[in-house]
Every structure is written in structure tokens, then in C-alpha cells.
């Protein structure tokens, strides 16, 4: 057995305590997958409560002129909130995939809401601020999506 102490050579000890190809690698690629995970979950739930909300704009639709201003303006707040969401969901993954998990997780649980039942819907009604809500988040999700930066 022959020990070199030139530079160029490397001792047993330094190989053993390297972490290898792929190992940093795999870590990164688990964070970022639960990461995902997480928007996903996370749209999904703001889609939950968001259509509750959407619901009860629906009752103070009904309540009169001055009442259907208030939903009117929280129904474009909560659009603003969305597209501001997904925008800052994908500008912290450094992606669009950042925008699309939660505007997918939402849409989902958007959607759930629209089941018929056999006395109709009882979450959104088919009043104008369920609408604005329902498509105006489509399209504000989308529009987040679209203009978040693709990964460089």
C-alpha cells in the first residue's frame, strides 16, 4: 500500500466523508415537492373559504342597493387577493408551477361547491356576485399564472 501526499490525490478520509452524487440533489427535490404539496392544500382551503364567503355575499346581495355595493366591493377585494396569492405563490417557488398549485387547489374546491343537489346548489346561488366570484377568481388565477415569470 502506497500513501501520496501530493495535492492531486485525495486520502480515503475525505472521500468517505463527501456526500456523494445526487445526494443534495434529492433533499432539494423533496422540499420542493412538499413545498408544492403545501399551495396545493393551501388553494384548496382558501377555495373552501372563499366560497363560504361567496355564499354569504349571495344572501347580502339580496339585502338592497346599499348591500349589493358592500358585496360588490368585497367580491373585487377577493379577486385582488387571489391574484395577488398566486402571484406571490409563484414568485416564492421561483416558478409558474408556484402559481398553478394553488390556482388549481382553489379552482377545485370552487367547483366542489357548483355539485347540484336536488334542491339545486346551497352553497353558491345563481346570483350576480356568486359569478363575479366564481369566474372573476378563474380569471384572476389565470391571469396570475400567466404573467408569474417562467423559472429561468
Partial sequence: MSV??????ESPDVLAQS???????RGAVAVSFLAYTA???????????GGLAAGWLSWLWAAGTGARVAAAVAAGLALVLLYTGGRVAGWAMGSRLGAVMPAVGWT??????????????????ATAVDFVYLYGGLAALALAVVLTPARS
Fill in 39 to 49: 399551495l396545493l392544500v393551501l388553494g384548496f382551503a382558501v377555495g373552501l373559504v
Fill in 108 to 125: 377545485l374546491a370552487a367547483f366542489a361547491y357548483l355539485v347540484h343537489t336536488t334542491g339545486g346548489s346551497i352553497v353558491l346561488t
Fill in 19 to 25: 456526500p456523494g452524487p445526487g445526494r443534495g440533489h
Fill in 4 to 9: 501520496s501526499l501530493s495535492p492531486d490525490s
